[in-house]
């Protein structure tokens, strides 16, 4: 069990700031969609402003030990693949640990639609994009292995058949091929993380494990291994189950839509993203379309939140995490909750962790893990 004493417990840079600006400009910017095209407005969106300093209450050996850098609240880089130096030597002036990084992604948030980046878009688009953030990313980095995590993407057209997806997985493996001499340069793990429906009219890539399964059959490489998020498991798990109908609940008992992704991916998995939602305990969606439905159940809330009749199923879970994949040799987890009060008084999302519940979450899963105290992977 030493390789499990010898992990980093991470928190998103989103919520690492209680003062996060970025919260302000996507207000202002979905009320008032005509002024993303406003070139003045560009350092507006985002982080672009700063975020003013992290909360040392949420870092330490016995909380959380880094942060995983968001590229699309950062500034340093933008759709193009063009980097802001400037953004890039403040970041690392800063003295902020950054051993992990979250690319780009298809999203619906007004502030970030210049930075969707799907990886089964054309080549032209997607390896600019992706050298830029890996380059960045070389350069933040606190760690001499660090993890680079970044979602497959999504395709035009709901629920897309078999063939169209693998069809849309072949381009996503010719675009990670075009960037694995940059990854192997700088030794940087590349971590595909699983998603769920969340866009109206597209069919989002890296739902299944049979996806992650043929992406890394078809290109086998020691840096590429999948990132397993818990709360985007959960809610696709409920979206499976509706359409299964009578034979829906089987992927809900005992965890089992979590499970699926353990057994058939094992020590491919090399990196988790941990929250807590409530999907899988309230009424399921009546029917296609899941998206808006599955979008306000990601609720990224604090693992504390958790019923004590899912605790053990969850405790097995990690114990399963800790002993059957990769995530122990590679050495982050990223307890990637959201933060309730910000500004030090609006509570926007009122699910979101406060200071002592994301202590309290980094210490479940510590003990989890059966780790006594984290300490950073040599």
Known sequence: MSSINRIQLLVSMASSCPNPYYMLSDWVLATFPRLNALPVLRDLKSYRLGCGTVDPALFGDAAYQGEEFAFFLSGTVDGRGHINERRVDAYRSAGRNFPAFHGFNVNEYPS???LALSLADPGEIVVPALRAQIEVAARLATTKRPMFNIHVGAIPGSDAAEPARRDALRRVIAN???VLPLLERYQMAFALENGFDVLPGMTT?????WEFSFLFDSLDHPLLGMTYDWGHANV???????????????????????LDFIEALGTRIVYTHLHYNEAHAVAPPAGPPFARWAHQKDQHAPLTRM?????GDFDRLLLRLATETGIPDHGF???????RRVFGFLEPMPWGATTDEFLESADLVRRAFRAPAAVAPS
């Open 112 to 114: 970030h639609r210049d």
């Open 176 to 178: 990670i091929r075009a």
């Open 205 to 209: 890539l890296g739902i299944d494990p």
């Open 236 to 258: 696709q798990g409920v979206i499976r189950a509706a359409r299964l109908r009578e034979r829906g609940a089987a992927h809900l008992a005992g965890y089992r839509q979590h």
């Open 307 to 311: 019923p004590g009749r899912e605790r």
């Open 333 to 339: 987890i990223n307890v990637e909750c959201v933060r």
